[in-house]
């Protein structure tokens, strides 16, 4: 099964999921006694821990623990102290047998390490408790330990978790975001302030650690950042203005921040011309798609704040509706209401490219100016979606596909490609598992198939998409090996993507089946004119290209030779 599902090793998907080794933390039961890495470190489990997270490097721990030699004497204990004992991990603050012992241990363990000199206190022991040498028990429970990350991986920016976040979602660059915060110099000046202060995470706030923090942050988490001067300010500090101080030439910087909420902002085209930015979450994960019917509220603004469209939001009047991918609003909102969810309210911006474009528009309560960027503040109240294919069954999967074919060809034959392929394609999805079909279903399905990705495949060659037309054209022929359409279609995308030969062979076998065929003549010939196209780039670079080398080189060749070296095989 491993060789079927391209399973990774074992020590693979470790790094993948960035698991601890088993050497780092073995699985023990508690009785059980093992040895720790290869520098002679031994454990005992004697209670089991909660969970399965681990302390790291840089976390700053808390522990109980008792020391003792060999032989049993003690030489120390927080125990008997009655204080826990706290240090930060990996860092050299304790003898190496901890840093490399305590970081395999739960949250809770109680565990017996016994720790060679070496990882000790060595040939010098640490008299008068400790004689050099000396192999020693440490009887360790580990209450707890708060996480301190180094978020730039480079010591620059060191982040300890002071309260956590909600949920896992972390914001993004576009994303709006609203902090508190407090800085302090390392004497404990306070030098600047804020209960809140919302900003572009791009943009950034303050200086550049508050960014870098706030994109490793959950909602309403608090962190404690230990920032060094490259992410902070530098060697030149930065001058006291209004309410805040000065900050001295390459100051270490303490930072309390608070990440109180954001408001997540995306790019709906990927010309980043339509954004979106969401002022109210919405309601689970489902999303209107093509041809649902939406109700809306939403207010229209220009620039200056004029609005030019208001609807749904009076008690007396209803909400608006309309048929997403209809056309029947402009297309950056329609683009925008697919990817939103019932009951998210958003703010989007949309360019004239998206909106009314270069002419003047007499909207409701205003008119729109040639060129303009518009403001919709948009709900999504409600959407009914087509009824999806698992609910359906098979003669209304039949009848639903050649109802999307249909809608297809009328967008196809206005010129709407893009659209007309998004039909089709949903078209072919309601068929596409026909084992349940009866013998006729099945040849219904199958005619409905080959017409979509045929018609597919013509939109995706007025659309410029030569390879993906080139793979519907070959699932047609999948189904039906002798389709002229298919294979006359497959060879013009193949002569776009310059794959000749492949092409020479699609128009033959389409001749062979309909000699006669008038579209199939008239694309050999193209094919044709291509080939002579070619074959004259080629003689010429070749041509260029050994002249070059002639006058590096030059060499004496007989008129046989030069012939064969420029000849070029014209046979597509």
Known sequence: MADDFDIPPADEMNEDFDLPDDDDAPVMKPGEEKEIGKQGLRKKLVKEGEGWDTPDNGDEVEVHYTGTLLDGTQFDSSRDRGTPFKFTLGQGQVIKGWDQGIKTMKKGENAIFTIPPELAYGESGSPPTIPPNATLQFDVELLSWTSVKDICKDGGVFKKILVEGD????????????????VQLEDGTTVAKSDGVEFTVKEGHFC????KAVKTMKKGEKVLLTVKPQYGFGEKGKPASGNEGAVPPNATLQITLELVSWKTVSEVTDDKKVIKKILKEGEGYERPSEGTVVKVKLIGKLQDGTVFVKKGHDDSEELFEFKT??????????RAVMNMKKGEVALLTVAPEYAFGSSESKQDLAVVPPNSTVYYEVELVSFVKDKESWDMNTEEKIEAAGKKKEEGNVLFKAGKYARASKRYEKAVKFI?????????????????KVACNLNDAACKLKLKDYKQAEKLCTKVLELDSSNVKALYRRAQAYIQLADLDLAEFDIKKALEIDPDNRDVKLEYKVLKEKVKEYNKKDAKFYGNMFAKMSKLEPVEKTAAEETEAMSIDSKA
């Open 208 to 211: 550049p650690a508050v960014t």
């Open 167 to 182: 949920k896992w979602e972390n914001p993004k660059d576009l994303d709006e975001v609203l902090v508190k915060y407090e």
């Open 432 to 448: 596409e598992y026909d084992t349940s079909f009866g013998e006729e279903e099945k040849k219904q399905a199958k005619a409905l």
């Open 325 to 334: 991918d209809e056309e029947q609003v402009i297309d950056g909102l329609d």
